[in-house]
């Protein structure tokens, strides 16, 4: 029988904590409460400021205001080191094992029992049995980490936290990687530390966990408090209502038009991040078809395997009615599709080379003169046409990129393919890390491409972008689309309803 919130000991206290970065403010003011023996699930839309609030908890990053409170008395937590001391530790989503050494090496790393100034094995050996013991995990300490299945990873990283005597214990979507049966044997294991009094704060897009294991919940929205729901309260529509509910900005650029031929058409494909799962749709000359999910959905896997950046395991791709391989992204190239990345800095440009020169990267081969040459006047003609025609704000297109904005940085991006006259725009996350001027431009952009009768595919997510931007909507989740949305049936509730795994209910409302 789970104790009551209000009957629980206090442990854990956030007053009004705001965190800043240039540009955005992660945190404003936000408040969390952890009592003692208690599993609080902390939920939220990708961007919400869960991540944050946990870095500043685990000693990660330090707020700019606010403070955190342990057993009633302010703390700084300054360092990874102070959190553990007072007994806070976290679980990253990637788990962060070193896997080339043994269990017991792991779970005491950094913090080994010596013996005469020398490493005392017999002891890591004794005492990590018994933490193994204490998260149900029957391995011997000496197992090399490699040879672990993910869900016993799991465990062992549960079991160092506990070596640190934890008495909070923060998980990042802790079952995005596990398999049903691991994910169950986590959930055993996190009830029991319940019983046993140590505090779990659960981060998770997967509404079912939360309902099964939360005994609260904190809803985050847009870097700020959005509500509470007690044990009696939590159903997954009430966190639905809490996690959506915002209202659309005015600046989506979009008028009325109808859409062409099918460009793209997609047929049975399968990713191999998601191999079980295929996926079929499709998309017009003059459409915009938005994709949304939540972390893990297999959004970017799908894009990066249509522009031939990683194989599909099976399916067809189309392209004007034309069965096209994409063993690469030069196959993708010359059948007319462009993909602005995620990681603009990571995959998009080469930041120590100019405007110039990165709008010319994509059409090297197309625009190359005889002998392999490269045709520095097309180079120079593209260049000056995007800079114009994009509104990039730079000195002159000898500028090196990095020393531009993240929006004019991704203009560049943009301006690369458009030079390319694609058939078929990807864009993944377009108008990340970028200020709400240089977002409207983007959005403005994308209109008038879909009037020019460019097909754009774009994965967003933000809610407000992919309402206010989608002709019609995919909704993926783990891998799967679970439905598509238009006209009066794309709401924020349904999206999210859809996003979550909630078909009967997106269907329904």
Known sequence: MTASASSLAQLLEVRHVTKRFPGVTALSSVSLMLGTGEVLALIG???AGKSTLMKILAGVQEPDEGELLIDGRIERVDSVQTAQRLGIALIHQELNLSDNLDVGANIFLGREPLKRGFIDRQKIREDSTTLLKRVGLDVSPDTIVNRLPIGQQQLVEIARALSINARVL???????SLSTHEAERLFEVVKDLRQKGVSVIYISHRLGEVRELADRVTVFRDGRNAGDLSREEITHDRMVQLMVGRDISQFYARKPHKAGDVVLQVDGLRTQAHPDHALSFSVRSGEVVGVAGLVGAGRTEMLNVLFGVDPAVAGVIQVDGKLCRMSSPRDAIAAGLALVPEDRKQQGLVLEMTVRTNIGLAGLKKNQKAGGFLNDAQEGRDSAAMIEKLRIKTPNERQIVQYLSGGNQQKVVL???LSMQPKVLL?????????????QEIYLLMEELAEQGVAILFVSSEMEEILGMSDRTLVMHEGRITGELQGEELSE???????????AAAVAG
Do not use: H
Not at 170 to 176: G, H, K, L, Y
Not at 493 to 503: D, H, K, S
């Open 415 to 417: 301006g690369k393919w």
């Open 427 to 439: 864009l993944d996350e377009p108008t990340r890390g970028i200020d709400i001027g240089a977002k």
């Open 170 to 176: 923060i998980m990042d979507e802790p079952t995005s």
């Open 45 to 47: 839309e990708n961007g």
């Open 493 to 503: 509730e349904a999206v999210m309803q859809l996003a979550t795994g909630n078909v």
